[in-house]
Structure formats: structure tokens, C-alpha cells
């Protein structure tokens, strides 16, 4: 991922050897020095190595009562899905402290926009933040190979000056519904979406979007839905939930009471992380039933809660786990 | 082999060692404390008998103090003034601190986990959201567009590209961290 950056930048990319307590302990030092670190822990898990001073770094902030703010932005690497190396370089658990910011992008054109208000969070306001990257994305070109359909692939969206329009902050959120390109889907703004006759909503974000993406089609195609009946939304923010998305359940459970339709709204929370207590949308819907926005008729779904074996996707998250959720989530939504 | 590791503190500030170890044992691991010793020591002898006599309890702290001195990197009367400047930081931060008002609500505390945040600055006459994926994306299927189309990894690199330039938010000062990242990561 850093290619050809320390020959143009020899000074400012730092190689450290395999010791990830000394390389965020030095990161964190970076910072406090005045530098603006971007630390990348290569494999997901191997942040477990740091932990005592990963999560003192997220506290600093309270522990100083603010007068330290320094900032620091990790790359979390070698995230969820994949064959190779089991559970070492396929960990899929995130346990959210509070003090961090956790964001997981799907897609190229998220994570530039969504890094530059991370680097704005981290180098202008002292937060400590981190991007979790799922490794199956970082070369993903098709949602669908066999169609060679390009979904993944985009031009790079170079800043037109220092402006919001630059940015995906941490209250937005990216709605996909069917379409008639080559992958069947894609993203589009909430005001061309009908959302009165929006049944049903999977939310996800990271690998989970092309598997929500799939189950969405797939569920089209099986007559379960019709187009305009399923909405897709990826959520990357994952400290809490994103204004974005509190605000679209509100709106859509309005739409259906203004409109009178008897199939209630039925929401999925696809999580690619392991089901249990270090499943983001696990806190998601605690929060989301505290504020109140929460539709009455909803799953969650996650990936196994086990360790991942080598060579195989058994445990990962699948297009057949959120179909399984959507169905018993519509079957409750409909009105006797 | 941990019988004899000698014992710097207690659990938390709030542990009561009295209450599980003897006087005698509490006295002995202190006087083995090469931190609590050091300071004893700097503020209680002259520099003669520190660079003539040094404790034996702080042999390896004071030699490295004089290879420090050998090398001419630092005098001994600079490694006391420091030590001295150091001592009167830490106090003077640990009053400031415990001086500070007290937060006593729950909304507080949560402020306080994170620093605000700070909002991107909005061109005059500019809608907040005004991103068009199809603009990015669908050029590549048609073959308009100057820029190739390219996978997720490469907007990583080519935006790490901006920001150690100096040309994203975070400004002039970023630097990037890793194992192996100098020949890709």
C-alpha cells in the first residue's frame, strides 16, 4: 500500500521491526512531538500485541481532561475475509473504546473522502482514529467477476481545495438500490429513493456491502422483493451510530405510517464482525433503541463467533446469512 | 524467579501494602527501587561522592550516566539540573492537576473521551453534499474521464501520497509508521 512512497518521501516513512507495543508507543511519542503519524499495524490482529498501550492512548484525552490531544490515525490492516493465515490474518472482532473513532470503508472513493476528514479529526483536532481495512476490498474490482462489471473500480477524487465537499465525515452514510448497470445496483442521493415503499433495509459497511449488495439482487431475483422495495446502506462509521443513519430510520418509519402501508419496515444489521460483544452494530442497536429510532422489526447477523481456520470462508459473514436475517425480519413486519 | 524481582509500587495509588506485606518487607523493596533511590540519592549527595562513590543499588542507572559523561555528551552538573528541571515539572503539573475543577456529571466525562471535532470549512455557495459516485465511477465503464479507474488500494496510496505531501487537512507534519511500509508494507 505505501509503494514508492519512502522514495519520494524518505524521510517521513518509518520502518519499525515486528514489535507493535514499541511501534505504537513510538507513534503515540511521534505525536506528542508534533508530528501527525499514520500508523498501519499490518494484520488486524496483531493490534492484540499493543493493547495496554493502544487503549492508553485512547483514554489519554480523558485521563488529561484534554490537555493532551495529539492526535494519531491507525490503518488496521488485514481485516476480516480471507484464506489465507486463519485467524491471524483474518480477525474479525473490533472492540470499540471510547476515545476512538472507527471508521471501515467499502470502497476506493469512500476512503479517500472518509481519510481526509480522518486526517483533519487526528491532525487539526487531536482525536485518535482508526481505519479498519478489509483486505478482499483493497484489489476488489467486480461485485459480480463473472460480468466483469467494474463496480469497485473508480477515478480518484483529487481535492478541489480545502472544502466539506472533499469529505465523508462520520455521520454519513452511502444508500444502494437496484439499477440497470452491469452489477444491478448503485449508489443513489435519499431524495430519488421512495422510502414509503422501502420494506425492507440492510445496513452494513466494509466487506459487508458487496455481500448486501448481492442478497439484495438475489432477493430481487427470487421474487422476495421488488426493486424499490430494498435499500442497501453502508454505514462506516462504527463508534456509534451516524446521525445519517438515525435519520433515515426516522424518515422511513414516517413514510410508511404517512402512507398507510401494511408491511412495517424491516431492517438488517449485517455485521462482519464475529456475533457477541465485539460486534459494532451489536452497540448499534442498543443506541439506536435509546434514541428511539429503532424499527420494531429487525435482526442482527454477524459472522461465526469462533476463530477463523485456514483455507476457508465457512465463518465469514455470507450473502445466505443476511437473506436468513431479512426474511425472518419481513415475516415479523407484516401486518396480520 | 519472581521471589526476588524487586516490588517498585503497589497495585494503584489506592493500595494499602500494609495490609498484605510486612513494614520490614515494604522497606526493603523500596530501598531495592532504583527510581525511589535515585532520587534520594540526587537530592542528598554532592557531586564529588557521586562520581567518585556511586550506591551499588544504583550501578546501572550512574553507569550509564558516566558513559553519557565520558562520551562528552552531557556533564554531570547537566544530568543533576536536569534531573532537578524534571522533578520540578512533575510537581508543578501533579499541583496544576489536582487543582483543576472537578467534572461531576456524566455528560461531561463523555466529552471529554475525544477532542471536538473540527469541521471541514464550506465554500461559499457550496451545497454540503455534493458527491456524485456515478460521476467517479460510471466514466470508467464509458471510457470518459482523464484519470484511469483504479482499485481501492491504489486511492490509498496515491492519498497517503497527499497527505505526506503536505496537501490533505493534517497538514505539513505527517509521517507514516509500520513494519516494512518503507518497501510497500
Known amino acids: 500500500m505505501t509503494d514508492g512512497l519512502a522514495a519520494k518521501y524518505p524521510l517521513r516513512v518509518h520502518d519499525f521491526p515486528p514489535d507493535e507495543t514499541a511501534l505504537v508507543g513510538a507513534a503515540w511519542g511521534y505525536a506528542q512531538a508534533g508530528l501527525r503519524p499514520v500508523l498501519e499495524i499490518p494484520y488486524a490482529k496483531y493490534l492484540d500485541c499493543a493493547s495496554d498501550m493502544f487503549h492508553e492512548i485512547c483514554a489519554t484525552h480523558w485521563l488529561t481532561n484534554g490537555r493532551e490531544a495529539p492526535g494519531l490515525l491507525i490503518r488496521l490492516q488485514g481485516?476480516?475475509?480471507?484464506?489465507?493465515?486463519?485467524?491471524?490474518?483474518?480477525?474479525?472482532?473490533?472492540?470499540?473504546?471510547?476515545?476512538?473513532?472507527?471508521?471501515?470503508?467499502?470502497?476506493?472513493?469512500?476512503?479517500?473522502?472518509?481519510?481526509?476528514?480522518?486526517?483533519?479529526?487526528?491532525?487539526?483536532?487531536?482525536?485518535?482514529?482508526?481505519?479498519?481495512?478489509?483486505?478482499?476490498?483493497?484489489?476488489?474490482?467486480?461485485?459480480?467477476?463473472?460480468?466483469?462489471?467494474?463496480?469497485?473500480?473508480?477515478?480518484?477524487?483529487?481535492?478541489?481545495?480545502?472544502?466539506?465537499?472533499?469529505?465523508?465525515?462520520?455521520?454519513?452514510?452511502?444508500?444502494?438500490?437496484?439499477?440497470?448497470?452491469?452489477?444491478?445496483?448503485?449508489?443513489?442521493?435519499?431524495?430519488?429513493?421512495?422510502?414509503?415503499?422501502?420494506?425492507?433495509?440492510?445496513?452494513?459497511?466494509?466487506n459487508g456491502l458487496p455481500t448486501s449488495l448481492i442478497t439484495m439482487n438475489n432477493l430481487i431475483e427470487k421474487g422476495t422483493l421488488k426493486a424499490e422495495e430494498v435499500l442497501v446502506v453502508d454505514s462506516p462509521y462504527l463508534t456509534r451510530p451516524p446521525k445519517e443513519l438515525e435519520v433515515l430510520l426516522t424518515e422511513l418509519q414516517q413514510a410508511h405510517q404517512d402512507h398507510g402501508r401494511k408491511q412495517e419496515p424491516a431492517v438488517v444489521f449485517a455485521d462482519i464482525c464475529k456475533e457477541g460483544p465485539a460486534m459494532p452494530f451489536a452497540s448499534f442497536v442498543v443506541s439506536l433503541q435509546k434514541s428511539g429510532v429503532l424499527p420494531a422489526h429487525w435482526r442482527a447477523v454477524g459472522g461465526t463467533p469462533t476463530y477463523n481456520p485456514l483455507g476457508q470462508l465457512l465463518t465469514f459473514l455470507s450473502t445466505d446469512d443476511i437473506e436468513q436475517a431479512a426474511t425472518a425480519a419481513l415475516q415479523s413486519g407484516r401486518k396480520k | 524467579m519472581f521471589k526476588n524481582l524487586s516490588r517498585r509500587f503497589g497495585h494503584a495509588s489506592t493500595d494499602r501494602q500494609s495490609a498484605y506485606l510486612s513494614q520490614n518487607d515494604i522497606e526493603s523493596a523500596a530501598s531495592r527501587n532504583d527510581l525511589h533511590?535515585?532520587?534520594?540519592?540526587?537530592?542528598?549527595?554532592?557531586?564529588?561522592?557521586?562520581?567518585?562513590?556511586?550506591?551499588?543499588f544504583f550501578h546501572r542507572f550512574v553507569e550509564f550516566c558516566k558513559l553519557a559523561v565520558e562520551s562528552g555528551a552531557i556533564s554531570w552538573s547537566e544530568i543533576l539540573t536536569e534531573f532537578e528541571a524534571t522533578a520540578a515539572t512533575v510537581e508543578k503539573a501533579f499541583d496544576a492537576a489536582a487543582n483543576e475543577p472537578k467534572i461531576t456529571s456524566r455528560e461531561d466525562l463523555v466529552q471529554s473521551n475525544s477532542a471536538p471535532i473540527v469541521s471541514a470549512p464550506v465554500a461559499a455557495g457550496q451545497a454540503q453534499k455534493l458527491f456524485d459516485y456515478s460521476n467517479h465511477r460510471e466514466q470508467h465503464a464509458s471510457g470518459k474521464g482523464k484519470a484511469a479507474a483504479e482499485v481501492m488500494r491504489k486511492h490509498m496510496t496515491a492519498l497517503f501520497d497527499e497527505a505526506l505531501s503536505g496537501r490533505s487537512p493534517a497538514g505539513e507534519h505527517v509521517v507514516y509508521l509500520g513494519e516494512d511500509v518503507r518497501h510497500g508494507g
Open chain 2, 37 to 56: 533511590g535515585t532520587y534520594s540519592f540526587f537530592s542528598s549527595v554532592s557531586l564529588p561522592i557521586l562520581t567518585s562513590n556511586p550506591k551499588p
Open chain 1, 79 to 206: 481485516f476480516d475475509k480471507g484464506t489465507f493465515g486463519g485467524n491471524f490474518h483474518t480477525h474479525n472482532s473490533l472492540h470499540i473504546p471510547p476515545g476512538l473513532d472507527v471508521v471501515c470503508y467499502s470502497n476506493g472513493l469512500d476512503y479517500v473522502r472518509g481519510a481526509r476528514h480522518l486526517l483533519r479529526q487526528t491532525g487539526q483536532g487531536g482525536r485518535v482514529c482508526m481505519s479498519v481495512d478489509c483486505t478482499e476490498l483493497l484489489n476488489r474490482r467486480h461485485l459480480y467477476p463473472e460480468l466483469q462489471d467494474g463496480f469497485f473500480l473508480s477515478q480518484f477524487p483529487t481535492a478541489q481545495g480545502d472544502s466539506v465537499a472533499q469529505e465523508m465525515t462520520f455521520e454519513d452514510v452511502v444508500l444502494y438500490q437496484p439499477n440497470d448497470s452491469k452489477a444491478r445496483c448503485g449508489a443513489i442521493a435519499k431524495d430519488k429513493v421512495d422510502l414509503s415503499k422501502v420494506s425492507l433495509v440492510i445496513v452494513s459497511y466494509g
